[in-house]
């Protein structure tokens, strides 16, 4: 008995090993099939469109998951993130389909009146496949931080494009316009862009003189902790403004940085600060704790009395070119220039 | 894979076990007929039915080849999956509150799949999720027993070295997600949850493999873990050698749990509850407990994730969110109902 069940334990163990190491090779040969698979199924979509391209109305975009050919103008369009949402409406196009706003659900208000009849897809972290499919869209816009790997679903729904980022306005608005083939139309608003960013900077720049470019800090206060946005949205916006970043920034790789000890205060300091929170009694009293604190009274935008409490969805949750212009619009009014 | 569990019990065993299993069967394919009905669009079952004959011109072919069926297949293995896991865990601990998610397992594989989703999202191809999450389990693992080995690894050290590296591991993944950007940390945080969101069939050849060998093989190995609940001193004398059998199962369940979580993410309580809920069901036949507690397993996932997609429409929730809300109730009813017994 006791030999029996011995031997039967050494089998058996030598069975899981065995099997494991089968399976573990089995899998990685299957990943690698499976990948080649996919390269060769984009050579032949890749060669198909060559032959195509001729055909007037079919184009080929490129974007972060590889080469889409779109045919025709798309007329029903579902938009993934708040960004291109924002954007298929600076475009006069109504989606059939976008995914819910982080705030003021279903859709921000500075978006509501022109989005009356949207169906809502969901979240952006996680869409409703199912719901987008009802839908029978003939173009979605999609980006890669969130949805890289529902990707092949939704090709499978229409064809789709996505982006790397959420927050990156401009190339949503050209992305887009490719997509859409509305390329006149994205160069327009491009333009419009431009010269208004351009039109600020010689305002801000003759009013102020010397003392332009100011450095400039888009503070957000958590419940547990501050952050300091140093690029995305708001950031990017500022800095091709013309303004310069936070003073004494330590680490100015991140995108954002967290600030979770107060001592590190100073990381903040800049001439003016645009600041934006939740409306929530927890982050109330941290901004409290964190705006009584010594190191706080020696920031020289609190010096100044240059602290500004600013929109928070159209200063960093919308992402979109609309967004980008009402921000555009609050500095001038913050500046006091005309537009 | 219904009727292969069933035929072989029909004849061994009384006639109680075999009516658990065989309602457990029934619900199965109920909630996989509601789950294949029910979502933005009701396909009705008669629609389904003809669906799979091959009728209807393929007008279901996206929502239930693409997005239901791989779903719900992912669904009951992972569950089932993690159930196993729990159970042989709870057997060679000797510790009714053992599950994966204690002894680092879960935490693992956490490390594995944030780290992936922090640093190299966006640079390398998501596909390799599963796998990098799965070596994080199996390193975790060989280095709680490692540590855990003083001339062979008792129970008790075993727990206490896979609690005390679980909570560095959880450690390790907040600071990630502290330091990373808004976006990935939202990532983060739903793969932490758990979620069945996006299942395609490649996910159910992915994990299939896994399932298909190691539950069977907890089946084979199941009548010695009964000896191991007897204790160490006592199931030597009897013959067993210890600290090999408790290998094998620690590297099964390791194994099942690696998969689950590599596929589904830090799905929760299923692996604490599942194997209860079989225990109450069908005490003292252990060897029968694997099939059992792997269906209540794959069941508990399978109605969780419904009710995560469907009850929110047109929101689309992790079902990790809703497991212990299924397993729980369930579990104090059953408490309730054996109270006098």
């Known amino acids: ?203 801000v720049e003759e009013k102020y003189q010397d003392e332009w470019p100011f450095h400039a800090s888009v503070l957000n206060f958590r419940a547990d902790h501050a952050r300091i946005y140093v690029t995305g949205f708001a950031g990017s916006i500022l800095s091709e403004l013309g303004f310069k970043g936070p003073k004494q920034l330590s680490d100015d790789s991140q995108d954002v940085l967290k600030l979770t000890d107060k001592e590190s205060i100073t990381e903040m300091n800049a001439d003016v600060f645009y600041l934006f929170m939740e409306d929530d009694p927890a982050v109330e009293s941290t901004y409290k704790e964190w705006t009584e604190h010594p190191l706080w009274k020696d920031l020289d935008a609190v010096k100044n009395d240059e602290v500004h409490q600013v929109d928070e969805i159209i200063w960093n949750m919308a992402g979109g070119i609309k967004a980008a212009n009402l921000m555009l619009d609050d500095l001038y009014d913050r500046f006091d220039l005309e537009k | 894979m219904k009727k292969e569990q069933s035929q072989p019990l029909f004849h061994l065993f009384k006639n109680r076990i075999t009516w658990i299993i065989l309602s457990l069967l029934a619900c199965l394919f109920m909630v996989t007929i509601v789950s294949l009905s029910v979502g933005s669009t009701y396909i009705s079952p008669i629609e389904i039915w003809g669906h799979f004959l091959g009728q209807g011109g393929g007008e279901y072919d996206f929502t239930i080849n693409m997005l239901r069926l791989p779903r719900l297949i992912l669904a009951f293995l992972v569950g089932a999956a993690l159930s196993v896991s729990g159970l042989i865990l709870q057997s060679i601990i000797r510790n009714p509150l053992a599950s994966p998610d204690i002894i680092g397992i879960t935490a693992g594989a956490s490390v594995g799949a944030i780290t992936f989703i922090v640093f190299f999202a966006g640079t390398i191809s998501i596909s390799w999720l599963p796998l990098v999450s799965m070596s994080g389990a199996l390193v975790v693992a060989v280095l709680v027993y490692l540590l855990a080995w003083k001339q062979g690894v008792t129970p008790i050290r075993l727990v206490l070295v896979g609690i005390g590296i679980a909570a560095a591991m959880k450690a390790f993944v907040m600071m990630m997600i502290v330091v990373s950007e808004t976006a990935v940390t939202t990532k983060s945080y739903l793969w932490l949850t758990g979620s069945l969101y996006g299942a395609t069939m490649k996910d159910v050849i992915g994990i299939l493999p896994w399932v298909v060998v190691f539950i069977p093989l907890a089946f084979l190995l199941a009548r010695t873990i009964r000896v191991l609940e007897l204790g160490d001193e006592l199931a030597t004398s009897l013959g067993v050698n210890v600290q090999v059998i408790r290998f094998s199962l620690l590297f099964v369940s390791v194994v099942l749990a690696g998969s689950a979580v590599a596929f589904a993410g830090g799905i929760g309580f299923v692996g604490l509850i599942a194997p209860h809920i079989a225990k109450k069901l069908a005490p003292n036949v252990f060897h029968l407990l694997v099939p059992i507690a792997g269906l209540i397993g794959g069941l508990m996932v399978m109605v969780s994730d419904l009710i995560a997609r469907t009850a929110f429409l047109p929101l689309d929730i992790p079902a990790g969110v809703f497991t212990a809300g299924i397993g729980a109730p369930f579990f104090i009813y059953l408490l309730y109902r054996n109270r006098h017994m």
Not at chain 1, 18 to 47: F, K, R
Not at chain 1, 97 to 110: K, M
Not at chain 1, 167 to 194: C, Q
């Open chain 1, 1 to 203: 008995m006791t030999k029996f069940l011995f031997r039967k334990n050494i089998f058996n163990i030598l069975t899981i090993l065995l099997l494991s190491m089968l399976l573990l090779a089995a899998c990685g040969n299957e990943d690698n099939e499976s990948q080649a698979n996919e390269e060769e199924e984009n050579d032949t979509v890749a060669t198909d469109s060559n032959e195509e391209e001729e055909t007037a109305n079919t184009r080929e975009v490129e974007h972060a998951m590889g080469t889409t050919t779109i045919e025709g103008k798309p007329e029903r369009i579902v938009t993934l993130y708040q960004g291109a949402t924002d954007a298929a409406v600076a475009f006069g196009i109504t989606p059939v389909g976008a995914v819910e706003s982080w705030l003021q659900q279903p859709f921000y208000d500075y978006l509501k009146d022109d989005l009356t009849d949207v169906t809502v897809v969901g979240q952006e972290t996680q869409p409703n496949l199912e719901e987008i499919a009802n839908l029978k869209p003939d173009l979605i816009i999609a980006s890669n931080i969130r949805h890289e790997e529902i990707y092949d679903q939704l090709s499978a729904i229409a064809p789709t494009v996505s982006h790397e980022t959420v927050y990156a306005f401009k190339e949503t608005v050209s992305l887009m316009g490719e997509a859409m083939g509305e390329e006149e139309k994205a160069t327009e608003i491009l333009d419009d862009w431009n010269n208004r960013v351009e039109d600020f900077k010689g305002k």
